[in-house]
């Protein structure tokens, strides 16, 4: 027989506790995806809700400064156990290569996730949001392929540019069959309602239209001031009307 | 310990082999570690034991060691990983997510981290030797 990788065999009994896992993901980078999964968490965690939040931005991670992540370990038991950020079961690369960079080509990055995908003992969730690298490049189609009941949430801005790849994005899923809970355009400058209607068409949910918030730099870290912005107040929002 | 949770898969798979090839007994499980990922072979092995279920009750497991074989990418340099050239806390690091060898490891000769892990990586299922 051919060499077989054993480790895709346990990643949806990995899973099994967990109740909705929702990708958070984006045509582009830098439209405020990992803030939208982090504020998305959190929300959930303040409803109550078991969380664990996954960052798989493996090459340019940010959920941990976003949460101002500090010295933290995952456990060991019969797996890895991922250590309890501000209430969040949170696991990430970085727990693992520290500060330095990692330069990961496509398939160690289907290698890293498919090693974390079958070794973390998530326990009982009822959510658990990932923090996907933009684009639809191996990661994103490594976990339509590995994790069963994957449900994408996806972000953009106002700008055409990265609204154009959000439709392939969206075709791509589409032709997966990967339901899509709908999208939210962040850092708006103005009350335009192209991004909504586009959507719409796109036959998608219009969660929200997320203002740009200049206070959103100096509550990176905090997450008491996190809570304040305005996104992770309309974040909040999506949580309890379309979510929860 | 994070060996039992290979071991698990290991033992998933072979089940799963199994039923697709109708082996009603399964004999021999022979699997191939690569030594990048450092599995604590005794732990493993008897974690192996502890989780075999009747089909494999009487199923003894091979354990072969690949050593782990890098070539850069830049220079095409080749070269074997070296644990002890390592600290505990990389050494731990690697075990976790062999690939994160990448944030620490660079190429002897140029220095590049951009290199490939050409063998010897993990934990891989090489044969399955059973009755129908």
């Known amino acids: 027989m051919n060499e077989v990788d054993p480790r ?9 506790r967990t109740g909705r896992i929702i990708a958070v993901s984006s045509g582009k980078g830098g439209v405020g995806k990992s803030l939208v999964a982090t504020t998305l968490a959190l929300a959930l965690a303040q409803k109550g809700c078991k969380v664990g939040l996954f ?3 493996f090459t340019s991670p940010s959920t941990h400064l976003i949460l101002g992540v500090k010295d933290v370990q995952p456990k060991e038991d019969k797996g890895i156990v991922p250590p309890l950020v501000k209430g969040l079961a949170y696991m990430s690369l970085i727990h693992f290569s520290s500060d330095q960079a990692a330069p990961l080509r496509g398939a160690d990055v289907s290698n890293a996730l498919i090693e974390l995908l079958a070794v973390t003992q998530w326990g009982e969730l009822d959510f658990l949001v990932l923090d996907m690298p933009p684009g639809i490049g191996d990661a994103v189609l490594d976990i339509v392929r590995l994790v069963k009941r994957i449900e994408f949430l996806i972000v953009t801005t106002p700008s055409r540019l990265s609204f154009k790849t959000v439709r392939k994005q969206v075709r791509l899923l589409q032709d997966l069959k990967v339901p899509i809970i709908g999208v939210v355009e962040n850092m708006k400058m103005n009350q335009a309602k192209q991004i909504a209607q586009e959507t719409e068409k796109l036959g998608l949910k219009f969660l929200t239209g997320i203002a740009y918030d200049a206070q959103v730099e100096a509550a990176i870290g905090n997450i008491t001031k996190l809570r304040d912005t305005t ?7 999506v949580a309890a009307s379309n979510i929860t | 310990m994070h060996e039992w949770a290979l071991a698990e898969a290991v033992i998933t798979a072979t089940q799963q ?10 004999k021999e499980v022979h699997i191939k570690i690569g030594e990048l990922q450092q599995v604590e072979r005794d732990i493993f092995r008897f974690a192996l034991s502890q989780l075999k279920p009747t089909s494999l009750k009487n199923a003894t497991f091979h354990i072969s060691t690949a050593k782990t074989t890098l070539k850069c990418r830049v220079c095409e340099h080749t070269w074997l990983f070296n644990k002890r050239k390592l600290d505990e806390d990389t050494a731990e690091a690697i075990h976790f997510v062999p690939e994160v060898a990448h944030a ?3 190429c002897p000769k140029c220095g590049s981290p951009d290199f490939e892990i050409v ?3 993990g934990v891989w299922l090489e044969n399955i030797i059973g009755v129908r």
Request: proline share 0%; no cysteine; aromatic share 2%.
């Open chain 1, 8 to 16: 895709t065999t346990v990643i949806n009994k990995r899973l099994s």
């Open chain 1, 55 to 57: 960052d798989l931005d």
């Open chain 1, 231 to 237: 996104i992770a107040k309309q974040i909040r929002e």
């Open chain 2, 17 to 26: 082999i199994a039923d697709k090839e109708k082996l009603k007994e399964i």
């Open chain 2, 104 to 106: 620490y490891i660079k």
């Open chain 2, 119 to 121: 063998e010897g990586r």
